[in-house]
């Protein structure tokens, strides 16, 4: 049968395309829940906003810009470092005092500033005692004389209010530096809970994921617990596709399901009883109904021989009743129909054989493959013992590195240091304390030039008369120009120092600034120290090279920072992994030879498996032979379609009484009416019955005509396909088997392999969360650069601006004083005239 082989060829192509929809399957397979790694959450919040004073820091940073414009030397000073300093090049000092011209120019001025002012102090001084410089103690007459003072007047507090802003913002610099270093505790005290909170944190960390090795191993304990249910369920669902179709070919007489085939082997009997008996029944009435017709045909006949009859009105009438009686008679002849017991005998052969429990059974047989499958597979269950080895050895691992203790002692050592550094704090403030009054002393020397300045414009001001002489200018007048000359003088004697201490600040808290602070915030210094070959020409990379003694690790400082920064975890941000690879042992450990050996010997065969017994082959081979077929249905419905009777009786009986009606009143219509009652009653009780039992035959020789049309070769269909399907199990479910065998160990595998997934991104990104570590290169850069050095650069800033205010204002209040002190001689006229204004 070529049809089979090709239903063979279809089946085994329909196993081979299930394999792309089991590997579907096994993709989406159970995902584990492992749960959440407990976190740690930390205090530390490195963000700085310095408020209002930053106005200042960007005024400072903006002037620092313009000394210094040149983008940072990152190049040139990995040379230098890279030299050791032993053998700079001509050409590198070069470019590095271009890159630090700006400094070097600012610099030179300031010392210029401070060799020179007090030279020129003290020649200054000479020149005045020598009469010259404004030292004479007369003023000649000039006409704009008062334009001149207004103007000295207007400058010099123009320059004063200047320097008063100077001031302020050099002691808002020296204050904030004393805010922030109280700041600077709570940085220090959230970073260390910080560190505290990692270190304690860790070990708890990696307990749990070690722990959690017993998730996945539960999960393949119940998998195997149920490997008949699953292994052997999914190896029932993939050939159940092409099995369950054959087998319901078997049941599919009168419907898809086995009710229907048995529904349809007792219908056949139920009609071939039907058929016998209603068969028994007309051969018996027909002959009953015969001599009925007849005995009433003859006495109808005897009625109408009656005298009255020969009258001539009424003799057309009789011999029309008499022309009809030969219809009084049977029209249909079922003596000569054939016996249908022999089908009912065998047909009643083949009930008496539950087919119903034989198919059953072989669903069973094949339901049954989760049983064989592990009844086949005992052995799989040892795997339990291994794999509580491979958990102990995980927990015997992750005892071996003291881990626990180490982070022990770092947190003894972050107490201790704490604790040190808390016993500092009183000498930071002290420290503190002396440098915030040495600032303000520093200030005090500008505040004082400051009042003799003031004090000696309120004076002159206010005691100056135009209409006094030089020589006779009033105290008050005289006071506040001698007030002025005493600031000129504090401002030769404290300028040039205050200078000095601007220069110094400005060089090295400005190359701090742009040196340090400016690349540590855009990470331009994290590039220096992690160019390859810095510190040696042998080894790469500086940082693992002092963490692990191995340069050539792919380890900087500015990843570790970023990792750090996005609170990854501390394994992967050090690169743990090569120095020891967890994924490679969990691999070796987790998912050994030893496992995959066992879980490779796991065989199943489903040779066993019969979809039908020969017991339920015969029956359907009995059934199919049991006669039904034999039967002469054309004579049987020959004789069901034609009427019991000639005519309809009924029909018969209103003609006949209609016809007496026509004759006179009498006892020959008396007679014939009884005759039609009689026929009646024939009608009723026999003919109704009649047409009874031959709608029942001709419906049940309708439906056995039905069944036996096609009912040897639909059971020999179902036969072959069945045949087909136990060839295909027999045959090919080996390779069913070996592929649903391989997805299951390979689902196993899969638990694994999300525990070892899992492992990976936990130490990734949640074990070891190493934030601290960048919230301390941040409190650093916090401290050392918002807080001091902003504050320092602010400061010479403001000190600075004084300091070069004091050039005009010892200008101006030289000019100025002339005109409010009293002079000792003036300018005589002979006409006695004396005109000052």
Known sequence: MLWIRWLVLLLCWGASSGEQQAEEEDEARTQLD???????????????????????????????????????????????IQQNMGGIKMEEWRKWIHYEAGFLLCTSIGIVFVVLTPIIATCFCMCRCCDNCGGEMHQRQRKNADCHRGFFTASLIATTIFIILGVFVAYAAN????????????????????????????????????????????KVMSDLDNIGPLLGGRIHIHLEKEVVPALDGALRLAGAKIENAIKAMRETKEALENVSSSL?????????????????????????????????????????????????????????????????????????????????????????????VKEQTRNIVTVKGMLDKIGAEINGFSKMFPVEASLANFTNFLNERHRSIEAFYPQIDQMDFYRWIACVAVLCTIVLILAFNILG???????????????????????????????????????????????????????????????????????????????HPEKKNFLPGMLFQNPNIDLTLGSVYRECYENNGLYHALQLETMFNINSFLNRTVYNK????????????LKDITLLEQAGRDNLMNFANSGIGQIDYA???????????????????????????????????????????????????????????????????KLLQKTSDDLPVKVTNILSAIDAAEFLIVHNASFVVKQETKNFMQSLEGYFKQYTGWVKSSLTSEVAQCKPISNMVDSMEIVGCSFIVDSVNTFWFGLGGCCILLIPSIIFSIKLAKYYRRMDTEDVFEDGQENWN
């Not at 700085?48 to 903006?62: D, K, N, Q, T, W």
């Not at 007048?477 to 600040?505: C, D, H, K, P, Q």
């Not at 030893?594 to 065969?605: H, I, T, Y």
Request: aromatic letters at 8%; proline letters at 4%.
């Open 280 to 372: 028994e029944i007309l051969q018996e009435g027909i002959g009953k109904l015969q001599a009925s017709l007849s005995e009433e045909r003859a006495s109808l006949s005897n009625t109408l021989s009656d005298p009255a009859c020969t009258n001539g009105a009424v003799s057309p009438t009789c011999n029309t009743i008499r022309s009809t009686l030969p219809q009084l008679g049977i029209n249909a002849d079922y003596s000569k129909l054939p016996n249908v017991g022999h089908a009912l005998a065998n047909i009643n052969t083949v009930l008496r054989i539950d087919l119903s429990n034989i198919v059953q059974r072989g669903y069973a047989s094949f339901n049954d493959t989760p049983k064989l």
């Open 175 to 218: 204050h904030n530096i004393s805010s922030q270093i109280r700041n600077t505790r709570r940085l220090i005290n959230t970073n260390m809970r910080d560190l505290k909170t990692f270190a304690n944190n860790t070990p708890a960390q990696i307990e749990y994921l070690t722990a959690q090795y017993t998730t996945a191993k539960n």
């Open 594 to 605: 030893d496992l995959a050996k066992l879980f490779e010997s796991v065989k199943v065969d």
């Open 635 to 701: 004579a049987f419905l020959s004789e069901v379609n034609k009427g019991v009777t000639l005519v309809d009786l009924l029909s018969f009986c209103a003609d006949l009484e209609d016809q007496a009606d026509q004759l006179p009143r009498g006892a020959l219509e008396n007679a014939l009416k009884g005759h039609a009652s009689s026929i009646r009653t024939i009608h009723r009780e026999q003919v109704v019955l009649l047409e009874q039992a031959m709608s029942t035959l001709s419906q049940s020789i």
């Open 457 to 535: 414009l309120l004076c002159g001001s206010c005691g100056y008369d135009k209409q006094a002489t030089p020589t006779t200018r009033g105290c008050l007048s005289n006071t506040g120009g001698n007030l002025l000359m005493a600031g000129v003088g504090f401002s030769f004697i404290f300028s040039w120092a205050l200078m000095a201490i601007v220069t110094t600040l400005f060089a090295v808290s400005g190359n701090t600034e742009k040196l340090i602070c400016e690349p540590l915030a855009n990470r331009q210094l994290f590039k220096i120290i992690d160019t390859p070959f810095l510190v």
């Open 34 to 80: 492992f749960g959440f790694v407990p976190s740690a959450i930390y205090d530390t919040h490195a963000y700085y906003e310095p408020g209002s004073i930053s106005i200042l820091f960007h005024m400072v940073h903006a002037f620092l810009y313009v000394v210094q414009p040149n983008p940072f030397p990152k190049d040139l000073i990995v040379r230098v």
